[in-house]
T-cell receptor, first 114, second 112 residues
Framework: AQSVAQPEDQVNVAEGNPLTVKCTYS??????LFWYVQYPNRGLQFLLK??????LVKGSYGFEAEFNKSQTSFHLKKPSALVSDSALYFC????????????FGKGTKLSVIP | EPEVTQTPSHQVTQMGQEVILRCVPISNHLYFYWYRQILGQKVEFLVS????????KSEIFDDQFSVERPDGSNFTLKIRSTKLEDSAMYFC??????????FGPGTRLTVT
């Protein structure tokens, strides 16, 4: 069975500093990996995905993520955090191969401090 | 920009009652999903729907759950006889085939 782990419940970062939100996965075969963001009382908003190709993928709002196959990780990064980035971030994976159901991590709350 | 919509935003029901949660996926999408998130827990997959039939379902999706696409636009989740443990946020999602699913804002179901 596939699984996604987000080891940090909360990440605090000062505005303007770089941020990293961690994610590791366990998926058979070649994983499809995603990051979603959830603002209060809103749905899940797609940020970026890794399907194949370059290990560094760029997404919305200046976010990027690095796929590391040997470490089975897909950490979310941003060079300079904004207060408006404060939200709940979810990492998700699917196994592809005709199955697109997503397995989610438990989420990481990001707080950017002014 | 097209988006997935869900109604109602909040549904309160008594244990044992039937509820229908409604979703309007993005119009040219082909795959449809329901997920749920119990307060404080992970988002969990319930069911996927493609070509007018269920393509995958989780162990959560037992006989009390059903899905339907009654017309060309709506996608519904029915819970036949609600239990207290069905209280959760239910998210609908749709997918064209480019891998990322687009989620609706969710329906908060409260079973009393």
């Amino acid at each position: 069975a596939q699984s996604v782990a987000q080891p940090e419940d909360q990440v605090n970062v000062a505005e303007g500093n770089p941020l990293t939100v961690k994610c590791t996965y366990s998926v058979s075969g070649n994983p499809y990996l995603f990051w979603y963001v959830q603002y209060p009382n809103r749905g899940l908003q797609f940020l970026l995905k890794y399907i194949t190709g370059d290990n560094l993928v760029k997404g919305s709002y200046g976010f990027e993520a690095e796929f590391n196959k040997s470490q089975t990780s897909f950490h979310l990064k941003k060079p300079s955090a904004l207060v408006s980035d404060s939200a709940l971030y979810f990492c998700a994976a699917s196994s592809g191969a005709g199955s697109y159901q997503l397995t989610f991590g438990k989420g990481t709350k990001l707080s950017v401090i002014p | 920009e097209p988006e997935v919509t869900q109604t109602p935003s909040h549904q309160v029901t008594q244990m044992g009652q039937e509820v229908i949660l409604r979703c309007v996926p993005i119009s040219n999408h082909l795959y449809f999903y329901w997920y749920r998130q119990i307060l404080g827990q992970k988002v969990e997959f319930l069911v996927s729907f493609y070509n007018n039939e269920i393509s995958e379902k989780s162990e959560i999706f037992d006989d009390q759950f059903s899905v339907e696409r009654p017309d060309g636009s709506n996608f519904t989740l029915k819970i036949r006889s609600t239990k207290l443990e069905d209280s959760a946020m239910y998210f609908c999602a749709s997918l064209l085939g480019a891998y990322e699913q687009y989620f609706g804002p969710g329906t908060r179901l409260t079973v009393t």
